[in-house]
């Protein structure tokens, strides 16, 4: 059974920062490539980093220099470091791991609020 489940979410300043944390079981880790998601009341899904089997990496545009996307292929963990947070990155943060063919599985997401 796959599980896939997200924690670090809270309420922070602007300025501030965050470390979300993606925890999995069930999949083949190290081949899958793992995304970091949000979605902000009103809006879209949008995807924020990216992380290969290679690990190359991906980044919005409107993260890169403040987020950085890792991965613990022996704990078969995924992190997104936040950092510089602004109001604006006020979502739910969802993981995905995804492979084609294999599967793509998606965690319930963890609140991050970025208010003063």
């Known amino acids: 059974q796959v599980q896939i489940r997200e924690s670090g979410g809270d309420l922070v300043q602007p300025g501030g920062s965050l470390r979300l944390s993606c925890t999995t079981s069930?999949?083949?880790?190290?081949?899958?490539?793992i995304n970091w998601y949000r979605q902000a009341p009103g809006k879209q899904r949008e995807l924020v980093a990216s992380?290969?089997?290679?690990?190359?990496?991906k980044y919005v545009d409107s993260v890169k220099g403040r987020f950085a996307i890792s991965r613990d292929d022996a704990r078969k963990m995924g992190y997104l470091q936040m950092n510089s947070l602004k109001p604006e990155d006020t979502a739910v943060y969802y993981c995905?791991?995804?492979?084609?063919?294999?599967?793509?599985?998606w965690g319930q997401g963890t609140q991050v609020t970025v208010s003063s």
């Open positions: 995905n791991a995804l492979r084609a063919s294999w599967g793509d599985f």
């Open positions: 069930g999949i083949i880790f190290n081949r899958y490539t």
């Open positions: 992380i290969s089997s290679t690990t190359d990496t």
